[in-house]
């Protein structure tokens, strides 16, 4: 039933409204946005190297980007093939 000035909410009413739709929606928004970014899988530039990267193909990584030169790429290089057959020595 509607009864007009009678026991309505008046002025603050609305404001109440309002104030209880943004308090009920914001959690919603706010687990809807955690879901999606955790769904969203990981960048590139967020994940570290690994130990399962061998140390070449950092190295490699590393020249492709523009990180190092090809004079420290070819120098790096060696160090880590001489390294690399001192251990297979052992």
Known sequence: MVWWHGP????????????AGVLLFA?????????????GG????DVEPGAADA?????ARRFACGDIDADEYRERLAVL??????????
């Open 8 to 19: 309505a909410m008046g002025g603050w009413g609305w404001a109440l409204m309002v104030l």
């Open 27 to 39: 959690p919603v928004a706010a687990g809807l946005i955690v879901v999606a970014r955790g769904a």
């Open 42 to 45: 990981t960048r590139e530039q």
């Open 55 to 59: 140390p070449e193909e950092i190295l």
């Open 81 to 90: 093939q001489a390294a690399g057959s001192r251990k297979d020595d052992s």
